[in-house]
């Protein structure tokens, strides 16, 4: 390739699909197009935001701003740090307990779906872990109520996936304080809705749904949990070493960290967390009542659990499924392909998703039906 | 900030400076503007490449052209896994002895600077550490030769890093084989240069200098060395975990990985590994010959062990090295700061640095020293 072939593409040629990508998912358009036009000069600094140094004074106030937009967004108080690291969920799935076991051997698990098993699956590497609670035996149609929780004597802690991005449930409630820190994994609805974050002792979510590219996991932790990590978590995921580096005890993901900035800045644009869970409503509703319109699309979670950014449907028969997809995809609708481990459809309605894309899907919805229904 | 806010500045508002930044680090031009032309809408996919599913067939392609042309590019045999992992070079200071101790209790570190005493401070949280040489006595100026290093007899691996960034240091030999696996930490000169791969039972780069955005960590890795790792180390770190998943067990660093295949691509078209090295001998040439043309710049380090990527020097005075670098940023000279625990200049030429930037800064170097030598 010579380095003309590395020329963009001429103005004017470029087009939108509606992105229903459970991750790395869509991100807002004014967003891209601000890293657009940033990407070769950055504010005048004559660089890209890729190739600063991540502590030159340009890169340290971008990441300043992200953190306080971040703080602002979700009400944070002083007492919580947060850490920009590397790993996504599931290098936190090891980084929890590494960081949160101190001497404990144990430590309690809810489980809810697939994110909650890998969860459990990586704690037991370092732990006995000890199912608190499991909507196993329902088919993962539910979320178990705290009241059903059988905490163990001596966990060091309680996690939850307060959002399976597979199975489609969400956390209609936020957990009221038990003896130990509840771990939340919110990957997929951070920023899609208020969060009372003095509920849990640490909060964290890779990036690649609600925040920005994937590479970036936000963690949010109580200070008071800080100073325990095991001898063997290596530095770069040690929470104290990194609280006390401003996360820059490796190089972090500079890129990923002033997208995810912009993004926060859209938020805020947007009217912040509450408006925008309004809006999240609204799509969801639009979504589950079409698919429970006339009983001929399917959606196994519980009515109040389900959740707003996650939507796996099935037609049906498989055949369907995929002539449904094939359909999709012409029409503009991309990646609603199911997850591989449950088939079907999945529409991932993120905070980026615009209503048009979700009145788009049920048109499509209501078209195919006549059809085949 | 309202949604217009967001909006990309006007064109023709670009400019750029010649960047000497020892990473994240210079971006090759046609490479920006490549991924600048795209960003909205990748190659008529109608989402950007931040907004792909990992598992989808576009995003797949990309990372397996990516591999592909790094393979190529290094020449790495078939019996060698190419991996793209997170945490960056510190990462791998803890992810290499979870992944190659086994039962072993000990490993060798060979000693040529900060970069290697991190590692080590690193490794000892695994294992004894025996540094089986060391460049500490001279002032870290030179790299040890292989026939220095006393291996202990029980030592799992030897660690080289074979570029110092903030000394200055470069191996300007490969190893011979020795009775274990050499691993090396090449983050800062790989793709500068031919490597032997064979020569080495690992080889990592964080990829923020030569190779992409940061957050991403290419590792080569001998098939015959997996399958070695400890039970604590995290599933997204595990060598054999990855190798068997494409770099999949959890999300990728998807955007860094198609930045990283881009810049693959403009090696390429430069006439690959042996022309940039060509161009890299040249450039330092120009540098090192003005550093020492008159005695006024000083570099500490032994002619022949001299970096090709990361020049250190100082004027005769730290007042001097402050004016100095206050005129170069004026001349559009940006990030020539020495590292902080160092002091004085560094210029990084990586790959992306044009010869005009070499010769822009011999100028001003000229020039610097007829007024204050």
Chains 1, 2 share one sequence.
Not at 248 to 256: D, K, L, Q, S, V
Not at 258 to 280: C, D, K, T
Request: net charge negative; charged share 20%.
């Amino acid at each position: 390739m010579t380095d003309s072939a590395l020329a963009p593409p001429a103005a004017g040629s470029v087009h939108r699909v509606f992105n229903f990508s459970a991750g790395p998912a869509a991100i807002p358009e004014p967003v891209l197009q601000r890293v657009q036009g940033e990407l070769l000069d950055w504010r005048g600094s004559g660089m890209s935001v890729m190739e600063m140094s991540h502590r030159g004074t340009d890169f340290m106030a971008i990441q300043a701003k992200a953190e306080a937009d971040f703080r602002a967004l979700l009400g944070i108080p002083a007492h919580y740090k947060v850490l920009f690291l590397q790993g996504g969920g599931i290098g936190e799935n090891a980084i929890v307990p590494l960081n949160l076991l101190g001497a404990r051997r144990r430590a309690d698990y809810v489980n809810t779906g697939h994110w909650s098993t890998r969860s459990i699956a990586e704690a037991r590497r370092y732990c006995d872990v000890h199912v608190a609670a499991s909507a196993e035996a329902t088919g993962f149609d539910r979320v178990p109520a705290q009241s059903e929780w059988q905490l163990s004597p001596d966990g060091a802690y309680v996690h939850v996936c307060t959002n399976e991005t597979i199975g489609g449930v969400e956390y209609p409630w936020t957990p009221h304080a038990v003896d130990r820190p509840i771990v939340a994994d919110a990957s997929s609805h951070i920023l899609s809705r208020p969060l009372d974050v003095e509920a849990y002792g640490v909060v964290y979510a890779g990036a690649q749904k609600n925040i920005g590219p994937a590479g970036l996991t936000l963690v949010v932790v109580h200070e008071d949990l800080l100073g325990r990590a095991r001898a063997e978590c290596p530095s770069p995921f040690n929470y104290t070493v990194q609280a006390a580096n401003n996360s820059m005890i490796n190089t972090p993901p500079t890129f990923a960290i002033y997208v995810a900035g912009l993004v926060f800045e859209w938020l805020q644009a947007q009217g912040g967390v509450a408006a925008i869970e309004r809006a999240n409503i609204d799509k969801a509703a639009l979504l589950y009542g079409e698919i429970d319109r006339t009983g001929f699309w399917r959606n196994p979670v519980r009515a109040e659990d389900r959740s707003r950014m996650n939507v796996p449907f099935f037609a049906p028969t498989p055949d369907l499924d995929t002539l449904f997809l094939e359909g999709a995809k012409a029409r503009g609708l991309a990646q609603l392909k199911g997850h591989r481990v449950v088939g079907g459809m999945r529409a991932s309605i993120y905070n980026a998703m615009p209503r048009a894309g979700v009145e788009a899907l049920v048109g499509w919805m209501r078209e195919f039906e006549t059809t085949h229904g």
